[in-house]
């Protein structure tokens, strides 16, 4: 694919978008062997990020392009530019389908970071054919949610393949320390899911079916819903609690499994849950979560919320992000032989909302664009599309570590 640039960055102004220009223009400049742009709505705004993110003698290499969400010509002509277009403008399921058609329609691979599987459930059969046929490769889910647990699992299971000839037949995925901000962009991205879940049933029904993700015509697997109260972990002897991305993370580890044609057998179950110590303290977290999304789901109490709630656009200072962190560990459990279980280690040096995010999402664009990648058109995981090449990345330049730890 012969084009102007390699990647264009589309809702640069955003709060997370100066976070992924920032990214590039420090780790691969303007001038090198990466050609990137930025694109948005608003010349000034995108001129005064430009000014902020890349020094004056290097300004003229950093193009600027503006367009439309809603202006199908501006995007058709946008995306014709460049191999990949990174998008952070959501939520994705108010301003991201025109965006996602345009790629697919011109061959141009997409990432983004939507964790909105109401969404998701409606773009992949609705444009899949196109993106097939046009070659284009689109990947949701390039953040924190979901790349740590994507790739965590891949990594856990890559290992159990090569030291012991089989895979795992359960990986849990449990979520460690932490620290960060609130996201007012995913805030905002759960608040609309909720809105249309009230106007529609089947976005609850998506929303609650364990394998919404999955390909169409494939058989779902044996998990359940995701937990809902506090459960003992004998794996981890450790008490847990729920963890509000699992609803995501995990159906996107089951479409990685189902869209590789099944690496990890078509039996493969996967849970995601937070470690929580205590009995007690999963208890009481467990009880939280549970008011906090039933406010939520009640549509009076949940406008009355957003009042108090972080806008889009709005999340944590740079000190907040610099010192934030998050990990994760993934227990893989051997089929028949417990003592070869493995379990590895997932970290990011960054607030996972914004700094950790930022850069996951940079990194996929550019292996997008630059690497040497086996899967055709058609909507991918970041795990089934990237494999190894974005494992690399990540490790090399976006402060995440893959390692094996012990088990006990």
Known sequence: MKREFDVIVWGATGFTGKLVVEYLARTYGTDGDLKWAIAGRNQTKLEAVRKEAVPESKRQHLAIFTADSQDSASLEALVKRTRVICTTVGPYAKYGTPLVAACAANGTHYCDLTGEV?????????????????????VHTCGFDSIPSDMGVW?????????????????????????????GGTIHSMLNMLDEADRDPSVKEALADPYSLYP??????????DQTGAEY???????????????????????????????????????????????????RISLALGVGMGVMAFNPTRKLAKRFLPEPGEGPNEALRESGFFEMYFHASHPSDPSKDL?????????????????????????LAKDDLSGGGGFWTPASAMGDKLLTRLTENAGLTFELVPTA
């Open 216 to 225: 169409a015509g494939v058989t779902k697997g044996k998990d359940g819903p």
């Open 343 to 367: 379990r590895a280690k997932v970290t990011g040096d960054r607030d996972p909302g914004y700094g950790s995010t930022s850069k996951m999402l940079a990194e996929s664009a550019v292996c």
């Open 233 to 283: 972990d004998p794996d981890f002897e450790e008490w847990t609690c729920p963890f509000v991305m699992a609803a995501i993370n995990a159906r996107v580890v089951r479409r990685s499994n189902a869209l590789m044609n099944f690496p990890w057998g078509e039996g493969f179950a996967y849970d995601e849950a937070q470690l929580s110590g205590s009995k007690g303290k999963a208890t």
């Open 155 to 183: 990594f856990v299971q890559q290992a159990m393949l090569e030291q012991h000839g089989v895979a795992a037949a359960t990986v849990k995925g449990r979520v460690g320390k932490s620290r960060g901000g609130a996201s």
């Open 118 to 138: 109401q969404w998701m459930t409606r773009v992949i059969p609705q444009y899949q054919a196109t993106a097939e046929e046009s070659g284009a490769r689109i």
